[in-house]
């Protein structure tokens, strides 16, 4: 990652793993980020994302983040139970936001898996596609767009890319989107594996990028 004209700020790693076997077989999706160099001396940042997919059906059975920075520590999941249509909510540092969660009738994905998962849609330039995110203890849908190509240079190789943009149009903005913030996530098309090569996200003091320095495809 790097954020403005520093060239390095930290790395996150997403990983997956299968679970178990056969109609019970799950995949767990880890995304560790961390800050580094010069830049942790003045944002020292450690995160932890973990999601719990069923490999059959792709439905996200549970969610949980942990970050600290400075003194700020916040830690908190989400388990989903659709035959129930409830998604139960439960903050380990503020108990008293625990809530449940009348689920939406669309399966949800975290912000960073539902950007991945874009590559598998293979959307062309003009087009664009609703899914549904969650983010701490909100629903909100997000419509992606597919802007047009673009040539990324990353650390395994240079690539032309899709430029993918999601946007908050069918309800009133939250979260990051609420205070003016873009996102934006290149797909490679070079080849079958449609790799993320490159996301940003922006904000009114500054843009952060992460480019892809290493990929270690499944065994």
Do not use: C
Request: hydrophobic share 35%; net charge neutral; proline share 6%.
């Amino acid at each position: 990652m790097r954020w403005g004209i520093i060239p390095f700020v930290g790395t996150i790693d997403i990983a997956a793993d299968e679970i178990g076997s056969g109609s019970d077989a799950v995949l767990r999706v880890t995304t560790t980020t961390s800050t580094g160099g010069l830049a942790r001396g003045f944002f020292p940042f450690d995160a932890r994302g973990e999601s719990v997919y069923m490999k059959r059906s792709g439905r996200l059975l549970s969610s949980s983040e942990w970050s600290s920075y400075r003194d700020k520590v916040v830690k908190n999941s989400i388990v989903f139970n659709y035959d129930r249509e409830l998604a139960v909510y439960t903050d380990d540092v503020h108990p008293e936001k625990s809530r449940s969660i009348p689920m939406p009738p669309t399966n949800p994905s975290d912000l960073i898996l539902a950007l991945i998962q874009t590559r598998a849609w293979n959307l062309r330039p003009g087009e664009q596609r609703d899914t549904l995110v969650i983010f701490g203890d909100q629903f909100f849908p997000l419509t992606i767009h597919a802007e047009g190509y673009e040539y990324v240079n990353t650390g395994i190789g240079y690539f032309k890319a899709l430029a993918l943009v999601p946007r908050m149009e069918k309800t009133a903005p939250i979260g990051m989107f609420r205070h003016g913030s873009t996102v934006k996530v290149w797909i490679e098309t070079d080849d079958d594996r449609h790799l993320p090569v490159k996301f940003s996200v922006g904000f009114r003091f500054g843009t952060g990028t992460a480019t892809l320095i290493d990929y270690q495809p499944p065994k």
